[in-house]
């Protein structure tokens, strides 16, 4: 058998295989790539699965001889389509770097597939596993590694521009950065193994706000290499299929545990992204906020320090920029605002605490709620104190800004109880070995003695 045939169906075989597994293990780009081919909503499910698992059988026929050249003729298939979709965008938009990765991934893994169709069509040889077996040791090596290497550059790696799956929208470049340090290595840069940020939110029983949070996201800011994340404390299908089939996110139903923490760690646990903005499913972002969170996770690549910003008031002028930590109406923290936060550009400082409606960490290291918190509250300053504990700096980041959706005319259809959120701080602050006395002190003026040392005891 030719060598380069062989050669070019491995590099075909570890390219759509890698595609095809990647597409079924994370399919919201997949889903997005289904969609820029003018799909049906209705359909967009089961096209990007049926074509992933059509990739992966595409990798496996490559394998073997006499299914070789025929797969060959679907791997071309594969490559075409997304072409034209990402001819559209560049003719629309001058140079879109999604859409020219796409067009260039296209054309790369053309040249492979090409020289299987013509040299491998009287006959594309046997099994490519009997073909490596008869190669000396060294050369065998040598084959794979440069095979698998190469196919695994065409399904992911990413050079300023991201190489795009197979079929697939990959995760898009990221906004132009000053330029790096001389003394920063440049290689950890050509690999990323998913998105720069996944925006995160829990939700329960709130289409609305998941809605409009969400496509107020996708209108108003830059989502270049960002993951849309959504985990459903209630279970509205409506949510499900807005996430699924319009947004092209990432759905995940978590009822086990209701509450205000488990689905927030939830979102730590199942995001993607390299960083993650955990918000409400009722904020809005003013313009600029997504891209400048992301350059500031790029440019302070190991941050460990829990990142907050001001509250906008619904007039849209006056901001609370922490919480000063004070016992106020079941709660512990009342809004506050520090001068310094006035100032949009001004420099990050650190604050005691603040409202969890928006905040942001690097993935890794997140450092979690207590697993036994349930309903509402609690969150605000045990987990700042954990952060500081752990030798981590909780800061405000001024241009951070966020508005958030306090007003409920129809009521609040969470669990929203005085036992659950006495229970959950005395949890919090024996944890973390801080004084119960000024919990229990606040909370009897809400609960009769005996019912508050039952929880206390229970705690």
């Not at 509402?376 to 800004?401: D, M, N, T, V």
Request: charge should be neutral; glycine fraction near 10%.
């Amino acid at each position: 058998m030719n060598g380069s045939v062989a050669v070019f169906r491995l590099i075909l075989a570890v390219a759509f295989g890698v595609s095809g597994i990647r597409a079924m293990a994370s399919p919201q780009g997949r889903r997005q790539a289904t969609r820029a081919w003018r799909v049906p909503a209705g359909l967009v499910h089961n096209v990007a699965t049926a074509s992933a698992l059509g990739e992966v059988a595409v990798a496996i026929g490559l394998l073997s001889g006499p299914t070789a050249w025929p797969s060959a003729v679907l791997a071309v298939g594969f490559l075409a389509v997304p072409v034209l979709p990402a001819a559209v965008e560049l003719a629309r938009h001058g140079g879109s770097g999604t859409a020219l990765a796409t067009v260039i991934r296209a054309n790369v893994l053309a040249v492979p597939a090409g020289v299987v169709l013509v040299e491998g069509r009287p006959d594309a040889g046997p099994d490519l596993a009997v073909w490596l077996s008869g190669l000396a040791p060294a050369r065998m090596v040598a084959v794979l590694a440069a095979a698998v290497v190469l196919g695994a550059a065409c399904a992911g790696v990413r050079l300023r521009l991201p190489i795009a799956l197979p079929g697939a929208t990959p995760a898009p470049a990221a906004a132009p950065l000053p330029a790096e340090p001389a003394a920063r290595p440049a290689a950890p840069a050509l690999v990323r193994p998913g998105p720069a940020l996944t925006i995160g939110m829990a939700t329960y029983d709130d289409f609305d706000g998941v809605y409009f949070t969400l496509q107020a996201l996708r209108l108003y800011h830059d989502l270049d290499d960002t993951e849309l994340l959504v985990i459903d404390n209630f279970g509205c299908p409506a949510t499900r299929d807005l996430v699924r089939d319009w947004v092209g996110g990432r759905y995940v139903l978590a009822t086990d545990v209701t509450g205000t923490a488990a689905p927030r760690d939830l979102v730590f646990r199942n995001a993607a992204g390299t960083a993650v903005l955990c918000c409400d499913s009722h904020v809005l972002f003013p313009p600029g906020v997504i891209a400048r969170l992301k350059r500031y996770h790029r440019d302070n690549p190991a941050c460990g320090d829990l990142l907050q910003g001001p509250l906008v008031y619904d007039d849209g002028q006056l901001v609370a920029t922490h919480f000063e930590p004070v016992w106020r109406e079941q709660m512990w923290g009342t809004w506050a605002t520090d001068p310094r936060g006035r100032d949009a550009d001004g420099e990050p400082f650190d604050i005691p605490m603040q409202g969890l409606g928006v905040f942001s960490c690097r993935t890794d290291a997140w450092l979690g709620f207590h697993p036994e918190f349930r309903g509402f509250g609690g969150e605000e300053g045990y987990i700042h104190e954990k952060f500081r504990q752990a030798g981590r700096h909780c800061l405000c980041l001024p241009w951070l800004r966020w508005m958030h959706r306090f007003g409920r005319p129809r009521g609040t259809s969470y669990p929203l109880t005085v036992e659950d959120k006495l229970r959950n701080y005395l949890l919090g602050h024996r944890e973390l070995g801080l004084d119960v006395a000024p919990v229990l002190d606040h909370f009897s003026q809400y609960l009769p003695a005996e019912h508050l040392a039952r929880i206390a005891a229970h705690a």
